[in-house]
């Protein structure tokens, strides 16, 4: 991989880092007066609507066989539900700490690698998961005598992207990016708008739908437009420079959510809070160490083999 490929990347996965937050800000925004329900609906909307256009100007093929559109729709099941969790967390707790329960999702995925692929996982990143783990702990125990089981849904959120990211891990090697999103967006606004419409007049809170007005309307249009650029940020990212490398650089964007949280919503992680931030990032980044000295003992391995045959 030549350095001229890895900035690129490198340089799109930070602009994912400072956009996907602007996400988080307007959807925290939104539900001042907009149920959870219709800010999730509102950010599959949009992102259909952007990429339609944009799908059809680069002439991708939009069809699919049965196996894909099966994998479409549990991407967007996963998708779906993890959106909801977590704006449905951050309508109430603080974005940073919504943001660093649901950093524990890289060691779900890493587990799960091993459980459904059979990935190589050894005994030390095995550990540092369960470290990450309590790192999420220090962060969840006082958030939880705040906001209560609310603060659950920042880990329902990385479970559920896991999954997501499982899936989206099968489809890549046969599906374009925007296709991928387009289709992800327009099945989302098919699972969404029938709960949307039968809760009309219910009285939920989460899902009984209200008429923006005013500003709100912007908020909402943020929603799926932040969502839409950051996402394909980091997918053009990650053809540019592999995962291992950009993974690092992931970690930024507590930093930029900390600084959005503070600057305004006056929202500032505890001290606890930060405990848990630094665990969960000492253990994530531990991880990534690990896993390039894994490649590339595999790669000298494989050359060696080669080199003797």
Same mark, same amino acid.
């Given at each position: 991989?030549?350095?001229?490929?890895?900035?690129?990347?490198?340089?799109?996965?930070?602009?994912?880092?400072?956009?996907?937050?602007?996400?988080?800000?307007?959807?925290?925004?939104?539900?001042?007066?907009?149920?959870?329900?219709?800010?999730?609906?509102?950010?599959?909307?949009?992102?259909?609507?952007?990429?339609?256009?944009?799908? #059809?100007?680069?002439?991708?093929?939009?069809?699919?066989?049965?196996?894909? @559109?099966?994998?479409?729709?549990?991407?967007?099941?996963?998708?779906?539900?993890?959106?909801?969790?977590?704006? @449905?967390?951050?309508?109430?707790?603080?974005?940073?700490?919504?943001?660093?329960?649901?950093?524990?999702?890289?060691?779900?995925?890493?587990?799960?690698?091993?459980?459904?692929?059979?990935?190589?996982?050894?005994?030390?990143?095995? @550990?540092?998961?369960?470290?990450?783990?309590?790192?999420?702990?220090?962060?969840?125990?006082?958030?939880?005598?705040?906001?209560?089981?609310?603060?659950?849904?920042?880990?329902?959120? @990385?479970?559920?992207?896991?999954?997501?990211?499982?899936?989206?891990?099968?489809?890549?090697?046969?599906?374009?990016?925007?296709?991928?999103?387009?289709?992800?967006? #327009?099945?989302?606004?098919?699972?969404?708008?029938?709960?949307?419409?039968?809760?009309?007049?219910?009285?939920?809170?989460?899902?009984? =739908?209200?008429?923006?007005?005013?500003?709100?309307?912007?908020?909402?249009?943020?929603?799926?437009?932040?969502?839409?650029?950051?996402?394909?940020?980091?997918?053009?990212?990650?053809?540019?420079?592999?995962?291992?490398?950009?993974?690092?650089?992931?970690?930024?964007?507590?930093?930029?959510?900390?600084?959005?949280?503070?600057?305004?919503?006056?929202?500032? =992680?505890?001290?606890?809070?930060?405990?848990?931030?630094?665990?969960?990032?000492?253990?994530?980044?531990?991880?990534?160490?690990?896993?390039?000295?894994?490649?590339?003992?595999?790669?000298?391995?494989?050359? #060696?083999?080669?080199?003797?045959?």
């Amino acid at each position: 991989m030549t350095q001229d490929r890895i900035l690129p990347g490198a340089m799109l996965m930070i602009a994912f880092c400072v956009l996907a937050p602007l996400l988080d800000v307007a959807s925290k925004l939104a539900t001042a007066t907009i149920p959870v329900g219709q800010v999730t609906l509102a950010r599959f909307v949009v992102q259909a609507a952007l990429m339609l256009p944009v799908a #059809l100007l680069m002439r991708v093929p939009l069809r699919m066989g049965r196996r894909m @559109a099966w994998l479409t729709l549990w991407r967007a099941v996963f998708l779906v539900l993890s959106t909801y969790c977590f704006i @449905a967390a951050i309508s109430v707790m603080p974005i940073a700490d919504a943001l660093a329960i649901v950093f524990v999702e890289p060691f779900i995925l890493l587990v799960l690698g091993r459980l459904l692929f059979g990935d190589e996982v050894g005994p030390r990143r095995i @550990a540092a998961s369960v470290v990450g783990f309590g790192g999420a702990l220090l962060v969840i125990q006082p958030a939880f005598v705040t906001f209560g089981l609310v603060t659950l849904y920042p880990l329902g959120t @990385a479970f559920l992207f896991a999954f997501y990211m499982l899936i989206t891990r099968a489809m890549s090697v046969g599906q374009h990016p925007v296709t991928m999103q387009l289709h992800t967006a #327009l099945v989302g606004v098919a699972l969404c708008l029938p709960v949307i419409w039968l809760a009309q007049g219910s009285g939920l809170p989460e899902l009984d =739908p209200v008429m923006p007005q005013g500003i709100v309307w912007l908020w909402l249009f943020g929603v799926g437009f932040w969502a839409t650029v950051s996402h394909m940020c980091m997918t053009y990212a990650l053809k540019f420079a592999p995962s291992a490398t950009l993974a690092p650089l992931h970690y930024f964007e507590i930093v930029v959510a900390v600084a959005l949280g503070y600057a305004i919503f006056d929202d500032f =992680p505890n001290p606890m809070t930060w405990a848990g931030i630094t665990v969960i990032t000492g253990s994530g980044l531990y991880i990534i160490w690990r896993e390039r000295i894994t490649a590339r003992q595999r790669r000298t391995a494989e050359a #060696l083999a080669d080199a003797n045959f």
